[in-house]
């Protein structure tokens, strides 16, 4: 039986755990989901003055290029589950970014007070997306709009579909069920934006952005998410470190059919999911 507090209880610590690895990868992962970031960006109408509410912001990539785009007369409100992640977000010397512990489902900022909410494979984690929609919904003005960046599904994504097919095998882990959280949870064409619809949002718009992940090798790529994808590192609570190991051994081997002599390419299809708040 799925326990959505488990689950939300598990996610945070697993980021408290990740949040250095994931700071320390930050140019590797800026130049894998740039493309991807600059589009939601555009969808949500991000510009000078703007004010920003980044949902599940991790360490701030996206938030500081919102605030780039905002300029200093912005604000970008940066929040996560975990602190430890955040305090990345505080370091990062933008003055107009603020960074604050919250969590997604239960977004406790003033209603109607943000031109736009953005939230950078986020969204696919909430236990309750439709309740983070509604906290979303209730945080922007009239006519604000709101754009998130969500992986595609499995089949386009093998980089990532790779290590959690061969991890849900080896901890006997069932597929999510639909409606659960997961990363390909809101991938299947239509998903995201009837999810967005049902919601109250309008102007519903969703583009596919290829997002290869380039690295030097399939070790390289190994490393990179055995060190800081803390939804891995959920599926693998359950395994001996032994047993770990074997299952990152397996994931090494397979992942190298993706090499070629330009090095690693990681087969990676994001969507952005766009809409926005009747005016």
Same mark, same amino acid.
């Given at each position: 039986m799925f326990d959505p507090t488990r689950y939300k209880s598990t996610t945070r610590a697993q980021w408290e755990e990740a949040a250095e690895a994931w700071h320390r990868w930050g140019p590797a992962i800026e130049d894998w989901l740039g493309a991807a970031t600059d589009r939601m960006l555009d969808a949500a109408a991000i510009s000078t003055g703007c004010r920003v509410l980044d949902v599940a912001a991790g360490t701030g990539g996206q938030s500081a290029a919102a605030a780039r785009r905002t300029g200093p007369t912005g604000y970008v409100l940066a929040t996560d589950i975990s602190p430890?992640? %955040?305090?990345?977000v505080a370091d990062s010397g933008l003055g107009m970014v603020e960074a604050r512990e919250m969590d997604g489902e239960h977004l406790d900022v003033e209603a109607g007070t943000f031109d736009a909410v953005i939230s950078r494979v986020g969204l696919?984690?909430?236990p309750d997306q439709r309740a983070a929609l509604a906290g979303v919904r209730a945080?922007?003005?009239p006519g604000g709009r709101f754009a998130a960046v969500v992986y595609s599904t499995a089949e386009r994504n093998g980089f990532f579909a790779v290590p959690v097919g061969i991890i849900r095998r080896r901890a006997q882990l069932p597929p999510p069920l639909p409606g659960q959280p997961g990363p390909f949870s809101l991938g299947e064409p239509g998903v995201a934006e009837r999810l967005l619809t049902d919601a109250g949002f309008e102007d519903v718009r969703a583009e596919t952005v290829p997002a290869p992940l380039r690295m030097s090798s399939a070790a390289e790529c190994v490393r990179f998410e055995r060190e800081s994808f803390g939804a891995l590192h959920q599926m693998l609570a359950g %395994?001996? $470190?032994?047993?770990?190991?074997? $299952?990152w051994a397996?994931?090494?081997e397979e992942l190298r059919r993706f090499e070629g002599p330009d090095g690693f390419t990681g087969p990676c299809e994001m969507v952005v999911v766009s809409g926005a708040k009747p005016a």
């Open positions: 430890a992640i %955040l305090k990345y696919i984690y909430f945080a922007l003005r %395994l001996t $470190a032994e047993e770990q190991d074997a $299952a397996e994931i090494a």
